[in-house]
């Protein structure tokens, strides 16, 4: 079994490399051996990982969870699956198995001795446990849910490393144990191969208690008077290797026990039954990619660079990784309470000293430029529009952006009933007019696709819009050309070259939501010089990404010479759990995007210095640039939202970058979303300027003071 580490994962996947990891330290295990407790009578547990099959004949009774990552699970007699994380799964006593995982998969096994269980339950010894996760369907999964239960709260438990808490383990084993047999215990079936079966076993104790010595399968069967073709015939048949492939995977588990110890290279071939050096260097290099030699001096240098420590605790692992949250998931509330109460950071004390008789640094006024009204539709709703009217009262925003005006529910664009295109712009005017009211320019975004252009592809039952590449573009481009001869005859041209316009939908929605993108830089280029051509003078606003490879938006306009009015960026302080080393879930429950918390604190400071090195690079550092959208999180149910904490981070984040960029829009001015559903809570971790109180008469918005009052401060010192 190897063991890997999340970072050297994400280095070998980029490689393209498919070899195994060696054993170091697995994203939270520290130790490379896998076996965690030496009494076999103690309920212990091990990880599976790699890119290696893990062949293996059990004692023990093993329940098996798969923390990340995919792979193939085959047990003899029973057939093959694929696995995934979150699967649980069982291998009974005496039951031989394969598991290959890929690269990143890992899977945690707990494992029951045979002693301990039998004493328990005797029945174990005529039943097998039919535990199959991925077999059944949702409706059948309320019995493995509480074996994800059992499994978490004995793993929490273990990890406290206390002597006592044998104790508590094996009362939460027995329970264990009790649900298998109630939920998924079968009469075993008549076993003709069972003095097979005991051959075998006895081989592998024979390996692993002489594997130092000159041994042969031919030595052993004539040893226990056995047929040596027979035995080889077993061999492959229940454990799935030969018996020199079997005899060279335990020397070289025990061989890399000894390396890290610091062992050379030689006293390890003599001590673990190997021919000559050569031999063992050979087999080393074949099974892990590298040579022993190789190996130790790398980990050496993790060591004196202080990657890995010196002194490896072999048996704890550190529960705090990201590796296991899902899995405490399942804990129990007693279990979780105790874990919560013991797992935690202390707070760190900072002194800092300042000359208030200095003046500091001019602060720009371009964290007015703009504020996100949200969805067109939303600035229908009497709650949105209140909160509108009091933050342009009290601050005064330049812009209010809008996405989504495209929505069928404005219905802008639909058909007759003979196919053609029509337009309705009732809706579209009390939007846009609300927001001249109070004294804002409109920034519209182009977005998303009216369904009446797009009859290929449907929205499904829970797209809140959909996101297409329309059947035939040019009749998009006369949906948007009706648009700005609209609004340009009903609001002047003076007036609407004063707006920002966003051509199409955001590019990262349309990588997530539209699998075809065929076309779709075209079709925004087409956009770009329709508005162009129709508004000249309106500022268009588009985002700036570019790739390595030269496929990103930005890469296009700029090689196609669309240079925009502004570019934009969109930063939430969430990034792909891939991005970070360890996750921080600050979410009451996961609702939208599987992303976490970034621990880097100047994590906006360093997205907007990033962006502004590739546009350098790419000669359009002279553009200005916008945030058309930011905030600390992307998720409506952050609850760090409805505390001081919210406050201080648009202050910070305002202050330490509102001379590096032209203009600011933070999301969103209210917690109206149509991404989710209402709470009826007022404080309920959304994001907007203002929360929601819900009465059943009426609706009114309340201000959330700890976001409000970050904007209403800096518009005071302003």
Not at 39 to 61: A, P, R, V
Not at 295 to 317: G, H, L, N
Not at 526 to 552: C, D, H, S, V, W
Request: net charge negative.
């Amino acid at each position: 079994m190897i063991v890997m580490r999340s970072e050297e994962l994400e280095e070998e996947t980029g490689r393209c490399s498919l070899r195994p990891i060696l054993p170091g330290s697995v994203a939270g295990f520290k130790g490379g051996e896998n076996r965690i407790m030496n009494e076999n009578q103690k309920i212990s547990f091990q990880i599976y990982g790699g890119k290696e099959k893990n062949s293996n004949w059990t004692e023990n009774l093993e329940i098996c969870y798969v923390l990340q990552g995919k792979g193939t699970l085959a047990i003899a007699g029973k057939g093959k699956w694929k696995i995934q994380e979150n699967d649980i799964f069982v291998l009974n006593m005496y039951e031989t198995y394969q598991m290959l995982l890929e690269l990143e998969g890992i899977v945690l096994s707990l494992s029951v001795p045979e002693s301990f269980a039998l004493n328990l339950y005797p029945e174990m010894g005529d039943r097998r446990i039919e535990c199959f996760s991925f077999l059944l369907g949702q409706e059948y999964q309320k019995h493995y849910e509480r074996i994800r239960e059992y499994m978490a709260d004995i793993f929490a438990v273990y990890c406290k490393n206390a002597p006592q808490e044998q104790l508590r383990m094996r009362g939460l084993a027995s329970g264990l144990l009790s649900e298998l047999l109630i939920s998924f215990g079968q009469q075993k079936p008549e076993n003709r191969g069972e003095s097979g079966r005991e051959q075998v076993l006895l081989l592998t104790g024979y390996v692993r208690e002489h594997y130092q010595e000159d041994i042969s399968l031919r030595k052993f069967a004539e040893e226990n008077y056995l047929s040596a073709s027979h035995l080889s015939h077993l061999m492959r048949k229940e454990v799935g290797v030969s018996f020199t492939e079997y005899l060279k995977m335990v020397r070289l588990q025990y061989a890399m026990r000894l390396l890290d110890q610091g062992k050379s290279v030689t006293e390890i071939s003599v001590s673990t039954g190997f021919v000559n050096t050569n031999a063992f260097i050979k087999a080393f290099r074949d099974t892990y990619g590298v040579t022993p030699g190789k190996y130790k001096k790398e980990r050496q240098k993790k060591i004196e660079e202080s990657i890995i420590p010196a002194e490896i605790d072999m048996d704890m692992p550190d529960v705090g990784s990201h590796l296991f949250d899902k899995l405490f998931t399942y804990l129990s509330k007693d279990t979780g309470e105790k874990r919560t109460e013991t797992n935690y950071h202390e707070s760190e004390l900072r002194q800092f000293r300042a000359d208030v008789r200095k003046a500091g640094n001019t602060m720009s006024g371009n964290w007015k430029f703009s504020i996100n009204g949200g969805y067109a539709k939303g600035l229908l709703t009497e709650c949105v529009q209140k909160a509108v009217h009091k933050v342009q009262e009290e601050i005064g925003f330049r812009y209010i952006r809008c996405k989504g005006i495209f929505d069928d529910e404005l219905q802008i664009c639909s058909r007759d009933m003979n196919g053609n295109l029509i337009f309705n712009y009732v809706f579209l005017d009390y939007i846009l007019d609300f927001i001249c009211s109070n004294h804002a320019c409109p920034w519209i975004e182009l977005s998303y696709m009216p369904s009446a252009l797009c009859r290929k592809k449907q929205k499904k039952k829970e797209e809140l819009w959909l996101i297409a590449m329309p059947d035939e573009p040019q009749e998009w481009l006369e949906v948007v050309r009706q648009l700005l001869l609209h609004i340009r005859e009903r609001y002047g041209e003076k007036e609407v070259s004063r707006w920002l316009i966003t051509p199409f939908a955001d590019v990262f929605l349309v990588n997530m939501h539209m699998e075809n993108q065929d076309g779709y830089f075209e079709l925004y280029g087409e956009t770009y010089q329709l508005i162009r051509n129709i508004m000249p003078r309106m500022k268009i606003a588009a985002r700036g990404t570019f790739e390595t490879e030269g496929e990103g938006l930005g890469n296009y306009m700029v090689g196609n010479h669309l240079l925009p009015d502004y570019w934009t960026m969109v930063k939430y302080n969430s990034v792909f759990p891939q991005e970070e080393e360890s996750e921080l879930e600050l979410i009451e429950y996961m609702e939208a995007y599987s992303m976490v918390t970034s621990r880097d604190t100047d994590y906006l400071k360093h997205q907007i210095q990033l962006q502004k090195r590739q546009l350098e690079e790419h000669g359009a550092g002279k553009t200005p640039l916008l945030l058309a959208e930011w905030n600390s999180t992307i998720w409506q149910r952050d609850l760090c939202n409805d505390t001081a904490y919210k406050s201080c981070y648009l202050l910070k984040n305002i202050l330490e970058n509102c001379n590096d960029i032209s203009g600011f829009s933070y999301w969103q001015i209210s917690d109206w979303s149509y991404e989710y559903a209402p709470s009826s809570h007022r404080y309920h971790g959304g994001f907007g300027l203002f929360t929601l109180f819900l009465t059943v008469i009426w609706t009114t918005n309340r201000c959330n003071p700890s976001i409000y009052t970050g904007y209403s401060d800096l518009n005071f010192r302003n």
